[in-house]
């Protein structure tokens, strides 16, 4: 894939599910199980739409809970996910090669995430690839910093990074649009759970097919150091 020409990036900020992992089990599974408590029985293909925005915004949207069944599924949510979904999960493929050659050219990589931040650590850890990663940014137990513009809002705040050479990857249009409203640049990635109509009427900057092609937009930048 061509791109324009790129501008030196010294930091990237990652989504985690559906750009650095394929979380579709795990995330489905969990969502099945809080809906089931509830006498809601789904199928994992129709519960896709769990794997990006807020747990909270989901059920609330999707299902019109209320504020206290919101909390009830949120909890059960995380009681499956905490000893099996956050196993449902695998690296796509080559990943760890991108983030592997950032971090050896010294590119500051943080994970800014809608998911928990402990159970964000724990992937990292199961994958092997924490190491990759200067920081993880997450939401916390209770809830208020689980909107993606919040915690790419946070994470340029508690890092001091500079916004010109910040840029956000991710698979939804809750990470171009988080990114954009912090004036940030940012790739939308279609391996992952997005759609191309989705990501460009978003506004991402970039827009990489496969992990090849975002391989090759970090390789790109990186020559401007040689």
Known sequence: MAFRKVTFYNTVLFDLDGTVTDSYLGITNSAKYALSRFGIIEENNTLKSFIGPPLEWSFKEYYSFSEYDVKRAVEYYRTYYSEKGVYENELYKGIDIVLKNLHEANINCIIATSKLEKYAIKVLQYFNIERYFRYVVGSNWEGTLSDKGDI???????????????????????????????????????????????????????????????????????????
Do not use: P, W
């Open 152 to 226: 790419i809002a946070y994470t340029i705040d508690k890092f001091k990074l500079a916004k010109e050479h910040t840029i956000m990857v991710g698979d939804r249009k809750y990470d171009i649009i988080g990114a954009k409203s912090n004036g940030i640049d940012s790739i939308g990635v279609l391996y992952g759970y997005g759609t191309k109509e989705e990501l460009d009427k978003a506004g991402a900057t970039y827009i990489c097919n496969r992990v090849d092609d975002l391989f090759t937009f970090f390789q790109n930048m990186l020559n401007i150091l040689v």
